[in-house]
């Protein structure tokens, strides 16, 4: 008997510790003083400029690089002063920023600048700096910036290049059509919902067509779009997103999107914690669990609930392992939304098979070993091994069975698959948590899995897999750790 429990609200992580705040600081009009003439200081000041503020260079010579970027400043005038810093040039500033090889001309020029109250940057000498400068994504004005906290500058680089590439540079159209469209849609009749329908829209609109020129076309649409809730109740939606089998970065993108637009997140148990980290923090996340043989939430509450929340305007994502429509039970919720007259949508995503054959490194499908995959379900409504298994097929040896929630039902499974005249010698695999950093394999064949399991006494979702395509697997598998067959992944 399946004891239940009730949906419940599940509270957001807290921030992690921050090596350093990140801020967006407004430069534009503002004075920014700059001591030294380097090559180091040419960068600084050219950055300073491109922000909008008024550079103030000081420096007895200024370099071949500082004299160029003065000469055609990126946007913000540069004023070059052949002489000394002094205390009063500090004021009024913004911030400050130095470029001294010697520490004592720096902890000097620091201290004047902390006196009158300036936030001061002193190049590669992070000992005398209130605040750094981490590598620049600029789609101005979207601008991406990134920090090691100075313990790997090369490191930041490489990300930078990552995004670089992530980002196409049409975003920097999208985003000043944005800054320039926000004040039309504040001043318009939209309600709030239909001015997060019309965000929400852009947005789409924005990561699916980032080379095209947004155009008063594209703004009229999205309000008519937008416009829909004018005058009407709000209406939300319902989006069955798979988080895929654990690993964050195997959500697709567009499971990354519906996160971070949701207001309402109902989560099942079999999703991995730091799958959280990529939804939107404000939004309300609920457990709705359904635990294999412990406390689970009845189907028909995950329904009402998922349903009462669209009704009400919100954007509930239902978010579940693996994928949502192989084992999910989402036939059940899609149907509880169409007879309500809820919107719903399913981002599917990467499987828990998926996920085990590639950490396992196997290919599911072979010629002259595998010609087909069967997904099959370890246990019924009331816990026990299904009544209407297909046998034939289980016992099919040019087959690659992934069996889900199988623990308690395995050693009859196995017994009757053997009795139907599969090998008792055909490769077997166990894996719970299949891509976390505590991943584990059980491994050996359909004949003795199952009491390898139970010594085991894996935790979390495992899943069971079947076929000759396993030989090499459970072969690395055993020869890791012949005492119990189990390998355990570290965390990366």
């Not at 071949?64 to 205390?87: F, N």
């Not at 994502?317 to 999910?328: Q, S």
């Not at 939304?337 to 290919?363: D, H, M, N, T």
Request: proline letters at 6%.
């Amino acid at each position: 008997m399946t004891a239940s429990r009730s949906p419940s609200d599940t509270s957001t992580p807290r921030m992690a510790p921050l090596a350093r705040l990140p801020v967006f600081y407004a430069l534009h009009g503002k004075r920014a003083v700059v001591a030294g003439g380097s090559a180091a200081a040419a960068w600084k000041i050219e950055l300073l400029s491109a922000a909008g503020a008024e550079v103030h260079v000081y420096a007895r010579e200024a370099g071949e690089a500082v004299r160029d970027i003065a000469t055609a400043p990126p946007q913000g005038a540069i004023i070059l002063h052949a002489r000394d810093i002094e205390a009063a040039d500090f004021d009024g500033a913004a911030m400050a920023i130095g470029a001294f090889e010697d520490d004592a001309q720096a902890a000097a020029f620091a201290a004047m600048a902390r006196a009158r109250g300036v936030p001061v940057n002193v190049i590669d000498k992070p000992a005398f700096c209130d605040f750094a400068f981490g590598s620049i994504v600029n789609r101005s004005p979207l601008v991406v910036g990134i920090s090691t906290d100075g313990s790997a500058p090369v490191f930041g680089q490489a990300i930078r290049a990552k995004i670089e590439a992530m980002l196409p540079r049409g975003f920097a159209l999208w985003a000043a059509a944005a800054q320039s469209w926000r004040a039309k849609v504040q001043a318009s009749v939209l309600s709030p919902a239909g001015r997060k329908k019309f965000w929400q829209a852009f947005a789409m609109r924005a990561t699916t067509r980032p080379e095209q020129t947004p155009s008063d076309a594209d703004f009229n649409d999205l309000m008519a779009r937008a416009g829909d809730t004018i005058g009407g109740a709000n209406t939300g939606s319902v989006i069955l997103v798979g988080a895929g089998p654990g690993d964050p970065e195997l959500l697709t993108l567009r499971a990354v999107r519906a996160l971070q637009s949701a207001d309402v997140i109902l989560i099942d148990d079999l999703v991995a914690p730091e799958v959280l980290d990529f939804a939107r923090r404000e939004a309300k996340k609920m457990m709705v669990g359904k635990t294999g043989f412990g406390p689970s939430c009845k189907q028909d509450e995950i329904n009402t609930l998922m349903v009462s929340l669209a009704r009400a305007g919100k954007r509930v994502v239902r978010l579940k392992g693996g994928d949502p429509l192989i084992f999910g039970r989402a036939g059940e919720e899609i149907a509880a939304c169409k007879a309500a007259g809820v919107s719903v949508e399913i981002v599917p995503g990467i499987s828990a098979a998926q996920g085990a054959a590639a950490r396992l490194g196997v290919s599911l499908t072979e010629r002259q070993l595998a010609r087909r995959v069967q997904y099959v379900t370890g246990h019924d409504a009331h816990g026990k091994l299904p009544a209407d298994l297909d046998w034939s097929a289980m016992a099919d040896p040019s087959a690659t069975t992934a069996i889900y929630m199988p623990t308690r039902t395995l050693a009859e499974l196995t017994r009757r698959a053997i009795e139907h005249g599969l090998s008792p010698t055909t490769p077997a695999v166990a894996i719970a948590r299949a891509t976390r950093p505590d991943e584990a394999i059980v491994a050996g064949t359909l004949a003795d899995l199952p009491e390898k399991l139970t010594q085991a006494a894996l935790t979390g979702p495992v899943l069971v897999m079947i076929g000759q395509v396993l030989a090499q697997a459970v072969r690395d598998a055993l020869n890791s750790d012949t005492s119990v067959a189990q390998r355990t992944r570290a965390a990366s």
